[in-house]
């Protein structure tokens, strides 16, 4: 790629000038500004250090010295310190050539001895998939699409929370008030059924404990005393200690729940190669917490519940084992990593989870170093912000968040209503046009945001087919499909001249733009960022919709200039497939 090249040739040049080894990555090499003529810039600033001379002196020197060793390069320039390198119309020609065909442009090979492990999703079995779980979801499957076409051997996997306080809580609310109800009974998804009886649940715990603070007993005394809450503590305790008959009613609503995870996860588009599961994990954690105890590692407290202390590595201390004996999150998260690493030994495991979770990350890390795992190093905590409706609620059976099933059905909704209106499809087609649409609106608006940040999803302006959206590139492409569909000439057996150069501004920006992907690629999964791919692909969309609007592609009369809009356009729309394939979104071929 050109920009390796100019920095290979710039160190080159600093060697044979000031006879200096410079290590690369001082070199900055990057796209030269709109104002200024040029290209490509190189940086000189940091080598007037080597030359003892002006930048631009450096600059001019360092120029002199690339120029005839590229034949690419048509001239340079020297501003203000920068030096900028205007490459010949046939550079841009055979970039095109080279890879307008090409589905996969920009993608390296894959390294199988690069193994990243990425956790996502990671839902609670007492609830369905929320709006926050979308996000997840999202994010994890397109880093671990970006990490792939990066190089990397990704193994994407899930660990279920299926056990614990807040999974007893459904079960008991089904035995009180369930009436034997089941997903088949009700015809109702098993994950949406296990979460109204947790809302069940909530529901008359409330009312206990206001009971309880009516006679005078403080409210964290009432939580902790009110008779369901002592319920399930005794519930948790006889699951860990593995009663049969709560052990097969958690299995049978672990399960209506699973059916439900399954079919949301096949329209949003996740898979896995693993899933673990909190029930099998907890057991290897609570095994490694007692060895631990016996070396002496960790404390026990009078209580009998136990501790690591980590106030000298600037945290403090942390529970491991509650003093019943019952595990706690870091306690299965403890196992699920040893686990992990002996399942697929990888180099980096990436976990995706909200940012709120950063201390516990941080003490899972030091956990396990304390314990004598160096490889906690290799942790990584992608942590992303908080999504939120800036319509206030949509259908939530909680009342509290939006079901991701519910935030599928509106966008699915309004997608259809849309196409409808405008007509831009037959019946027939209309209801499978307005589910890849739909989704894409959703996927597309949640993914263009960095994932550090926090923000405001908008429905009605996701699905906007003007503007940064999903819907506007899916057009952009469909627009670009048309357009080939349209042409009469058959552009696969047309041999366009290596010496072609006859170029207009917008189709040059095309060009250059085009050039940055495999760049992009590279820092989206080097920041773990689908945002870059995101805008990257809005911005090629505007600047062919641009391009569009200002020449004429199938009424010019110059076959050879005419050939060179096809193909620049077929390697735009290859690009948009691409980059959007890398974010889980389908562009269609007509809309």
Not at 69 to 80: D, K, L, M, P, T
Not at 291 to 314: F, H, Q, Y
Request: glycine content about 6%; hydrophobic content about 40%.
């Amino acid at each position: 790629m050109i920009i390796d090249k100019i920095t290979n040739l710039t160190a080159n040049a600093i060697k044979s000038l000031y006879n200096i080894d410079i290590d690369k990555s001082q070199i900055a090499v990057q796209t030269t500004r709109q104002d200024i003529e040029g290209d490509f810039t190189v940086v000189v600033f940091p080598f007037t250090k080597f030359s003892k001379k002006k930048p631009a002196e450096t600059a001019q020197e360092i120029g002199e010295n690339i120029f005839p060793a590229y034949s690419e390069i048509e001239s340079f320039n020297v501003v203000n310190g920068f030096l900028n390198f205007v490459m010949k119309k046939s550079f841009w020609t055979s970039l095109m050539i080279n890879n307008c065909w090409s589905q996969n442009y920009g993608h390296k090979i894959v390294n199988d001895e690069n193994k990243i492990l990425i956790e996502f999703s990671s839902p609670n079995t007492n609830k369905p998939l929320h709006l926050g779980h979308v996000r997840n979801n999202l994010i994890g499957e397109s880093v671990s699409n970006i990490l792939t076409a990066a190089g990397k051997k990704v193994i994407k996997v899930n660990l279920v929370n299926d056990r614990g306080i807040h999974i007893c809580k459904s079960m008991i609310a089904w035995q009180k008030w369930g009436e034997g109800k089941t997903p088949e009974s009700t015809e109702t998804k098993g994950d949406h059924l296990v979460g109204d009886c947790y809302v069940d649940f909530d529901k008359h715990y409330k009312e206990e404990i206001k009971d309880l603070m009516d006679t005078g007993m403080p409210e964290e005394e009432a939580k902790a005393n009110a008779p369901l809450m002592q319920e399930t503590r005794e519930m948790l305790q006889q699951w860990e200690a593995g009663n049969e008959e709560i052990l097969s009613l958690w299995s049978k609503m672990n399960s209506w729940v699973y059916d439900g995870f399954d079919k949301t996860y096949k329209r949003l588009g996740i898979s896995f190669d693993k899933i673990y599961y909190e029930s099998q994990t907890y057991l290897l954690g609570k095994k490694i917490v007692e060895e631990a105890l016996e070396k002496n590692i960790l404390t026990r407290d009078d209580d009998n519940s136990v501790w690591i202390d980590l106030t000298s590595d600037g945290l403090d201390r942390k529970l491991l084992l509650r003093k019943d004996g019952t595990s706690v999150y870091i306690t299965q998260d403890l196992g699920t990593a040893i686990l992990r690493h002996e399942d697929f030994n990888p180099n980096k495991m990436i976990y995706v989870v909200g940012n709120e979770q950063i201390y516990h990350f941080d003490v899972l890390k030091l956990t396990l170093k304390h314990l004598g795992y160096n490889w906690a190093d290799s942790i990584f905590h992608l942590s992303y912000g908080m999504v939120e409706l800036t319509t206030g609620k949509m259908k939530s059976r909680e009342g509290t968040v939006v079901d991701a099933d519910d935030l599928m059905d509106e966008m699915y909704d309004s997608a259809l209503l849309i196409i409808n209106e405008q007509g831009r499809a037959n019946v027939a087609d209309a209801e499978n046009l307005a589910n890849i649409v739909g989704l894409a609106a959703l996927k597309y608006f949640i993914l263009k945001v960095d994932p550090k940040k926090q923000m405001l999803f908008d429905p009605s302006e996701s699905i906007d087919f003007n503007g940064n959206t999903g819907p506007f590139i899916q057009y952009t492409h469909a627009r670009i499909c048309s357009l080939l569909d349209k042409a009469d000439l058959d552009i696969s057996n047309y041999n366009l001249s290596k010496d072609f150069c006859n170029y207009n501004e917008s189709e040059l920006n095309i060009l250059k733009t085009l050039h940055e992907f495999p760049y992009v690629l590279d820092k989206a999964a080097n920041d773990f960022s689908p945002a870059l791919i995101a805008n990257y692909v809005y911005e090629l969309s505007k600047q062919y919709n641009k391009f569009y609007q200002e020449v004429n592609v199938l009424r010019e009369e110059n076959v050879e200039l005419k050939m060179m809009r096809l193909l620049l356009s077929k390697f735009t729309a290859n690009v948009i497939k691409n980059g959007m394939k890398l974010l889980g979104i389908e562009v269609p071929n007509r809309m």
